[in-house]
T-cell receptor, first 107, second 113 residues
């Protein structure tokens, strides 16, 4: 069946560095690609999303890029801060989710 | 607006018992869905609904039933609980499937012994 793969599963960076998380998807019909952040014991919350007619979207320190030909999209966080530490999930059409990336930002 | 409200927050069941997880939203969203979250596996879609009277299966529907009699409510029923259903369950809603972000409830932690 269709799926979403997410890498890496864990990522540790120094405060101020950049972090990149990558996802690939298999459903060619997918047209909506959100990213969710989940802090420990909390619910997932949307941080940024992109639709298939756009190649890149940016919101302050967070950006997402989409390559529909290659079926992959990436989350970029610049100038990381300790409060960015959380688990991040990618999704296609909110139907399938990646397994998550645990990001740790060390002060 | 309360957003998406899930009850209960915690539940312990014995194998074979039945129960209903409640989910309600006050945003007039047409799309509602249920996910289970297990360690290392992300979120997996159980069932979803694109409007009152319409439901469909997701990735892992076995052992679960849903109904959508109103726009606001989308309960998830476990007819005969099994230990494999121990998980954290999230209900979510959005304006329309596939074109909008999900708003999640706070989750229900279910343990089946």
């Amino acid at each position: 069946g269709e799926n979403v793969e997410q890498h890496p599963s864990t990522l540790s960076v120094q405060e101020g560095d950049s972090a990149v998380i990558k996802c690939t998807y298999s459903d060619s019909a997918s047209n909506y690609f959100p990213w969710y952040k989940q802090e420990l014991g909390k619910r997932p919350q949307l941080i940024i999303d992109i639709r298939s007619n756009v190649g890149e979207k940016k919101d302050q320190r967070i950006a997402v890029t989409l390559n529909k030909t290659a079926k992959h999209f990436s989350l970029h966080i610049t100038e990381t801060q300790p409060e960015d530490s959380a688990v991040y999930f990618c999704s296609d059409n909110d139907m399938r989710f990646g397994a998550g990336t645990r990001l740790t930002v060390k002060p | 607006n309360a957003g998406v409200t899930q009850t209960p927050k915690f539940q312990v069941l014995k194998t074979g018992q039945s129960m209903t997880l409640q989910c309600a939203q006050d945003m007039n969203h047409e799309y509602m869905s249920w996910y289970r979250q297990d360690p290392g596996m992300g979120l997996r879609l159980i069932h979803y609904s694109v409007g009152a009277g319409i439901t469909d299966q997701g990735e892992v529907p076995n052992g679960y039933n849903v109904s959508r009699s109103t726009t606001e409510d989308f309960p998830l029923r476990l007819l005969s609980a099994a230990p494999s259903q121990t998980s954290v369950y999230f209900c979510a809603s959005s304006g329309l499937s596939g074109v909008g972000p999900l708003h999640f409830g706070n989750g229900t932690r279910l343990t089946v012994t």
